[in-house]
T-cell receptor, first 115, second 114 residues
Framework: DTGVSQDPRHKITKRGQNVTFRCDPI?????LYWYRQTLGQGPEFLTY????????KSRLLSDRFSAERPKGSFSTLEIQRTEQGDSAMYLCASSLDGQLNSPLHFGNGTRLTVT | GNSVTQMEGPVTLSEEAFLTINCTYTATGYPSLFWYVQYPGEGLQLLLKATKADDKGSNKGFEATYRKETTSFHLEKGSVQVSDSAVYFCALSAFGGGADGLTFGKGTHLIIQP
């Protein structure tokens, strides 16, 4: 079990720059989720995919945030024109099926610092 | 909307002490309830879950019972170990909102001293 892999582990960027994070889920998992976690808070749901279809994106924090999963395998989360308030840990998770039937497996996250 | 409230940390206990971490929730419909744990330097892991009222989830000596009448899902362990030191998150999943995303509490940092 290789687990959920996220890259990079850390990203430092200047305000106004664009950043892209990658998530590789467990290979047979159909569902892929993105969460954001700020210091002292629990993870906050952003969006999720069933294979390549993005089934929920209304929770994305603004139109600067977008996510893709073009072939139903890995996913990318892009933040355009970053702001200091975007500094957080971005978590990816995958599951075989819906959450009642199979647990979410989380990656270790990408920590974003916007200066 | 859906929300989860759990006790503030850090919680510091001695080894072999009894643990309770309180969790209450607000949700529409009938949510499923979860406890996740995050050990230092690792990703979140599912600890236990319960999908309907009066269900008891259990794993690694931890237990939690889904109490619909008090909207609670308190985490308990009879005798904690140093290796239980971690951050614990209570979460719910409420279908009907359509998002299929978990709603998490803020987390409780547990420190077990030898």
């Amino acid at each position: 079990d290789t687990g959920v892999s996220q890259d990079p582990r850390h990203k430092i960027t200047k305000r106004g720059q664009n950043v892209t994070f990658r998530c590789d889920p467990i290979s047979e998992h159909n569902r892929l989720y993105w969460y954001r976690q700020t210091l002292g808070q629990g993870p906050e749901f952003l969006t999720y995919f069933q294979n390549e279809a993005q089934l929920e994106k209304s929770r994305l924090l603004s139109d600067r945030f977008s996510a893709e999963r073009p072939k139903g395998s890995f996913s990318t989360l892009e933040i355009q024109r970053t702001e200091q308030g975007d500094s957080a840990m971005y978590l990816c998770a995958s599951s075989l099926d819906g959450q009642l039937n199979s647990p979410l497996h989380f990656g270790n996250g990408t920590r974003l610092t916007v200066t | 909307g859906n929300s989860v409230t759990q006790m503030e940390g850090p919680v510091t206990l001695s080894e072999e002490a009894f643990l309770t971490i309180n969790c209450t929730y607000t949700a529409t419909g009938y949510p499923s309830l979860f406890w996740y744990v995050q050990y230092p330097g690792e990703g979140l892991q599912l600890l236990l879950k319960a999908t309907k009222a009066d269900d008891k989830g259990s794993n690694k000596g931890f237990e939690a019972t889904y109490r619909k009448e008090t909207t609670s899902f308190h985490l308990e362990k009879g005798s904690v170990q140093v290796s239980d030191s971690a951050v614990y998150f209570c979460a719910l999943s409420a279908f009907g909102g359509g998002a299929d995303g978990l709603t998490f509490g803020k987390g409780t940092h547990l420190i077990i001293q030898p």
